[in-house]
């Protein structure tokens, strides 16, 4: 067994789509809309294969309540300083800049996708 994906329902698949793939530098798998069901779902996610995010639309809702038992999705990179300075060049949000993590040594920060959700950067050792 594997993790496939994640999905995380979105209120503006366009924007959406947009922060993944030229903010996080991750690709757009595939996009197929279900017009009888009235939704759109898009993967992205990186080129290695490794498990994908499914941004789920369903059509005419643009706004959810996230509630408070969803965490966050996390992604490695090579420097999280750096991964912090793209996005917000890129008009993303920074919610907690690169430093070790409370408790421990491992480097991390967390930002914010266009619906809210939270994206850690764990720094690779």
Do not use: W
């Amino acid at each position: 067994m594997r993790i496939l994906h994640t999905m995380i329902r979105v209120g503006d698949l366009d924007r959406s789509i947009n922060f993944y793939t030229r903010v996080l530098g991750m690709k757009l798998l595939s996009r197929n809309d279900f017009p009888g069901g009235e939704f759109t779902l898009a993967f992205v996610g990186y080129e290695d294969g490794g498990a994908e995010i499914e941004l789920t639309y369903n059509y005419g809702v643009t706004q959810y309540e996230q509630g408070n038992a969803f965490g966050h999705i996390a992604v490695e990179v090579d420097d999280a300083a750096a991964a912090c300075d793209r996005v917000r060049e890129l008009g993303g949000k920074v919610t907690r800049e690169a430093g070790p993590m409370k408790h421990g040594t491992t480097v991390i920060a967390f930002v914010e996708d266009p619906d809210g959700y939270k994206i850690e950067f764990i720094q690779k050792r």
